[in-house]
């Protein structure tokens, strides 16, 4: 297997506006498809733990050590967080994993791998203007 990109590894640990913009994508995606949005916080009150989980009458918290890794399972625990926080089961899970980890990644997903069967594109180019888009989603999010 080959190293992820230099955006996703991190020596040190994941720089907190990483940990704050990556949260807040996470967010506006899991209100988009119908979920709470847990808090998130680091690093976790269970020392040596990688994730934990605090479930209260308002929602739930999601702590992550950021502390020493890298970006990819950072944004791999925080996704798991959502889905754990919300109960997600059956086949919604690997679908909602897969649309909330790429919202989590934003810039950092790599690019889409062009369809090699000549015919139709798999996925239609985009009608509204990106702006506009950006207005529905956030329309849909509110």
């Known amino acids: ?23 807040r994508s996470l967010g506006t995606a899991a209100r988009a498809a119908g979920l709470e949005v847990p808090a998130f916080r680091s690093p976790p009150r269970i020392p040596g733990s990688d994730r ?7 929602g739930a918290v999601v702590a992550v ?9 950072v944004l791999e625990d925080m996704v798991e967080g959502v889905l754990v926080a919300n109960r997600v089961r059956g086949e919604a ?20 791998v062009p369809n090699p069967v000549p015919g139709p594109p798999s996925d239609p180019a985009p ?11 956030h329309t849909q999010a509110a």
């Open 1 to 23: 297997m080959s190293d992820p990109p230099a955006n996703l590894r991190d020596v040190d640990g994941v720089p907190a506006l990483t940990f704050a913009s990556a949260a």
């Open 52 to 58: 934990s989980i605090r479930r209260f009458p308002g």
């Open 65 to 73: 050590r950021v502390r020493g890794r890298s970006l990819a399972p």
């Open 93 to 112: 899970r690997p679908r909602l994993r897969l649309a909330l980890l790429a919202a989590a990644l934003g810039d950092a997903l790599p690019a889409p």
């Open 127 to 137: 009608t509204l203007t990106p702006p506009t888009r950006v207005a529905e989603r």
